[in-house]
């Protein structure tokens, strides 16, 4: 087997299995925290770190990747996802909100740790063109998702079978035995740059990659504004769905999202029938933007024209996880592609950095926005949100790597 292609294996391979213990400890989070009596903002105050440690994580991650190497960062990632996953299986007395947090915390850089260790490595080790790279990119963060879908019913799953505390102890075993596995197969240096960057330099001087982070930030945030907190709510209290029938529709929706994603150059290809060569670019990332604004519109017309709630939702979300799978899939390539290879760590960390506060800024905007405008309210939030990214979209380049200057040489 190609050299390139095995190593890329190995990444995808364990990028898989972090992301499996990733679904599964918020699922074990959620429902053991429930049974133990804990509101349902003191749930969600579980994950404010969590999430606002991807934000620093991917601004210091990427630099530190680019002096460390990607392969050496993303098994730190690995190690303190099990050091999180431990650090839960301490008795119910210790298990405060500040304790758990902080736990989440650490589970919060492990996760950015290892997710933007994994998309870099993708730039050095698929050797090909446009179509290769997109390719390669698009399977390894499909699949992440659909794992990460996985991953709830496995959570829900071991916690049934043995039990908060055994779930966390068997996550951490097979976690540590893969990053033993990654360590041995994976050659030493990925990503690592002959000079040692400084800090500053993270932030990146490429105008079409500060536009497509800034597009992220509102992308990922008209996901969030209606999915996290909004949506689950409102199937429980409003449409009285179970626990078990809300958890298992988003965890399907997760997966199904995944595997669009992993199918995204597949799927544009047969959009783009009739054209001379298949491309992916800015033009592409803006067409998309604009169809993905239809459907949190169409969800919040079609709720105030009081059409069956139910429906609505399910048909207008798995329709909005299409094309939103879609777009993200076509982000996550435009990245790699904007970055020349000295300085892709160092981008990819600044453009999930942006993901990061997109995600963070729709997950507390969805609080206050169903709090306080109902599930509607939240729906055109997301709409608007859309429009930014579809309108940050317009000054995104098409792709030429005859004329793209590595990074380094730009003023």
């Known amino acids: 087997m190609e050299q390139g292609l095995r190593n890329y294996f190995v990444v995808t391979a364990g990028y898989w299995a972090f992301t499996i213990t990733d679904g599964a400890i918020r699922m074990l989070v959620v429902l053991y925290f429930h049974l133990l009596g804990y509101s349902p903002f003191e749930v969600a105050m579980l994950f404010l770190f969590y999430e606002f440690f991807g934000i620093v994580t991917n601004l210091v991650g990427g630099w530190l990747g680019a002096r460390i190497g990607l392969n050496l960062t993303m098994h730190i990632g690995m190690g303190l996802q099990v050091l999180a996953l431990l650090a839960l299986t301490v008795p119910d007395a210790w298990l405060s909100v500040p304790y758990v947090m902080a736990a989440q915390a650490l589970s919060g850089i492990a996760k950015d740790l290892n997710k933007m260790s994994a998309k870099a490595s993708v730039k050095y080790l698929s050797g090909g063109g446009e179509g290769k790279l997109f390719k390669w990119v698009a399977i390894l963060t499909g699949s992440k998702n659909a794992l990460k879908g996985a991953g709830f019913f496995i959570g829900a799953a071991l916690l049934e079978s043995v039990g908060f505390r055994g779930a966390l102890a068997l996550l951490a075993g ?223 380049p098409q792709i030429d790597e005859s004329q793209r200057q590595p990074e380094t040489q730009k003023g």
């Open 174 to 396: 097979m976690l540590v035995i893969v990053l033993i596995a990654t360590a041995l197969l994976l050659p030493s240096g990925v990503g690592k740059m002959k000079s040692k960057p400084k800090f500053t330099q993270v932030f990146s001087r490429i105008p079409a990659i500060n536009r497509l982070a800034a597009a992220r930030f509102f992308l990922f945030g008209s996901r969030d504004v209606w999915f996290v907190v909004g949506l689950p709510v409102f199937l429980y209290e409003v449409l009285g769905w179970s626990f078990s029938q809300v958890g298992g529709f988003l965890a399907l929706w997760v997966i199904g999202y995944g595997l669009v994603q992993a199918n995204a150059p597949r799927l544009l290809r047969l959009f783009q029938r009739g054209q001379t060569r298949f491309k992916t670019d800015g033009d592409t990332a803006r067409l998309w933007a604009f169809v993905l604004l239809l459907f949190p519109t169409g969800i919040a017309l079609g709720l105030q024209q009081g059409w069956p709630a139910q429906w609505v939702l399910v048909v207008g979300l798995i329709l909005f996880g299409i094309v939103f799978a879609i777009n993200s899939a076509v982000h996550s390539y435009l990245i790699l592609a904007y970055s020349d290879h000295e300085r892709v760590s160092m981008n990819v960390g600044f453009y999930y950095m942006a993901n990061a506060g997109g995600r963070l800024a729709g997950t507390v905007l969805s609080g206050w926005a169903y709090q306080t405008q109902g599930l509607e309210g939240c729906l055109w939030w997301s709409a608007a949100f859309v429009l930014a990214t579809a309108l940050l979209s317009f000054g995104l």
